[in-house]
């Protein structure tokens, strides 16, 4: 199947256009046919051996998302200690989640004994399953841009916070908690950028040929 | 910015029809401006605290290529005798690389120590820096897709090979090897689905509300 020149301009524009979304949030509902969709893009990422050891927690009771924010509140206050004096109070002038203004949260696991013990092309690298999770993640994230939604990665949480507040079982782990809803606007930059966190490199100096090659920066 | 029901719709279409490419790469050159534009989508992928860690080796030199795939080829053996007997007969039919027949090979690494001993977003969940990495892999195999261009993950090789053949520094985690090249067809589906190694899970299976449900599947 060709992708058209237009096609593809719409796939870049999408992932150029595409934020991690903190503070933009606005309390409007998703369609359901809309959340599908999304998902349903996410369970076509690739995976290791066709394992597809992703699942997608929908969260959207009130209760579960206070719970959820108490974990990122604390373990923001834990985080924000590791940080020089300096970055700490730029760190704490930075909205880093927006689980309770999100009307959706998702919750992004990967079963690592799906579908048995030995699984193509996962025979060396054992994270291959950890990774196709991730690819999942992605592709809900450039779906949800699609359909002008954001979505924010909310990393600064306990794995057993959300396994507790999930009922998720030991055996399966936790790759992401996303928040996704329509938004006020997609910023131009990622926040960390505008607000001077740390420079977008240069693409020239991730490209390497045929050899790693040093370059300082 | 908005997207248009249009490009929405070009976004769905490139994500299901992305496929991980094995057989079927041509001998085509792939323009510097073309594999430029698909390098800088990949840099644009979501990461930790705008960290950024990932780098990209093109690979397209012959020897370095017959080195990888020297790689794969002992790894492979290696793996195939991990699986039952009839799956073993089934293993070896199927063809899990397209090294030599692509123009390109890209390796995806990760600085784990780019920015600082502490970056935000990764005080809690250490690994987010490596699923930043493997967000720039979907992100770089989406772009490929809207350029006509297939992609393959090979992931049955050993590190060390990659990072002998590449001279990576010990510090540098190694993500990923994709092989990249204009393609005689996508296939209609994923060839381990085609093959009846796994079958597709239905994604109703995969979507849980508020809670983790246990679906005997």
Redesign the interface.
Known sequence: ???SE???N?????????R?VRSDFINRNIPEDTL??V???A????S?????P????????EE?KQKIKQGFDQ?NE??KA??SDDKQKE?QK?K?EGILEAPIGICV?CDRER?GP?I??????A??D??SA??A???L???A????LGVG?V?????DVLRDA????SN?EI??YLCIGYVTQ?KDK?E??SAG??P??S?DK???????SIDED
């Open positions: 199947m060709k992708i237009e096609e593809r719409a796939v870049y524009k999408t992932i150029f256009a595409r991690d599908l969709r998902l349903t893009a369970h076509h990422a690739p290791v051996g066709f394992m597809q992703w699942d997608f927690i929908v969260v959207n009771e579960t373990a834990h985080s590791m940080f760190y930075l880093l696991t579908n030995v193509l092309g996962k025979t060396i690298k994270e291959m950890l990774y991730v690819c993640v992605q592709n994230w450039l779906a841009r699609a359909e002008n990665w990393s600064i949480i306990e794995d999930l009922s998720i079982p399966i790759i992401a997609f990622p960390l950028e966190w740390l977008r490199r693409v991730a490209i390497h040929y045929n050899k790693w």
